[in-house]
């Protein structure tokens, strides 16, 4: 099969097109089933079939086509990943020493505490 350096080469080629096109493909199905909840069952169906039938120029017409809301789609569902694990970080982080220090400091101040609890919890802040 690799008698030459160019079958060699032509079998990377080949290899390399191919994974590329499932790269885009599974990106393409993400898209039309998981992040694109506009279009209708019927239409998502037919490019479905479309790609079985003619991978290649199906693909090529969807990125072209569709290509701009598939991106914006992506970018969407990024933003919403983001600020869902930023909610998740603020929310296990807990508070900072400085609001614990603040909240004790409003204590001492309306006479809730005694000196000696807020220094105590200023210490158990600052660890």
């Known amino acids: 099969m690799w008698d030459t350096f160019w079958h060699f080469l032509w079998s990377t080629i080949v290899i390399f097109a191919f994974i590329a ?10 898209d039309l089933f998981w992040r694109d909840h506009k279009t209708s069952g019927w239409v998502k169906a037919i490019w479905v079939i479309f790609l079985i039938l003619v991978p290649y120029l199906t693909a090529l017409a969807y990125l072209i086509v569709r290509g701009t809301g598939m991106a914006e789609r992506a ?9 869902e694990t930023d909610d998740y970080i603020k929310t296990a982080a807990g508070r900072s020493p400085a609001q614990e220090i603040a909240d004790a400091k409003a204590l001492l101040d309306g006479g809730t505490i005694s000196q000696g609890e807020f220094d105590a919890l200023k210490a158990k802040a600052l660890r």
């Open 21 to 30: 096109y499932l790269m885009i493909l599974f990106n393409i199905l993400v």
């Open 75 to 83: 970018r969407e569902q990024a933003m919403q990943a983001k600020k």
